[in-house]
């Protein structure tokens, strides 16, 4: 059972790696739209891009409000519950079959 337990702890941790990297993605991306001279630099184009890959289906679902875009805040709160809920269930999980 420890081959199963390490297995999961190994994709619990990337998970959690990868959903923090999207999270400073997702940030640097809203920074960086509030300065509209960096909209066609290719690093600006870069962060945007890795932070539409969560951003593009949520902004399907969710409407802008005015001229207020509150999908990065969203998206930002359903990473987190994902690592709270999903990742960490993984993790108990491993823990638990040691």
């Known amino acids: 059972m420890f081959i199963v337990s390490n297995l999961l702890f190994a994709i619990a941790k990337v998970l959690r790696v990868l959903i923090n990297v999207e999270i400073v993605f997702i940030i640097i991306s809203a920074i960086l739209s509030w300065i509209p001279t960096l909209r066609y630099n290719p690093i600006a ?54």
């Open 45 to 98: 184009m870069f962060f945007h891009g890795m932070a539409d890959i969560v951003l593009k289906p949520l902004r399907r679902i969710i409407p802008p409000i005015g001229m207020i875009d509150i999908t990065p805040f969203i998206a930002i709160l359903v990473l987190i519950f994902l690592d709270s809920f999903v990742v960490q269930t993984l993790l108990d999980l491993a823990l638990r079959l040691k």
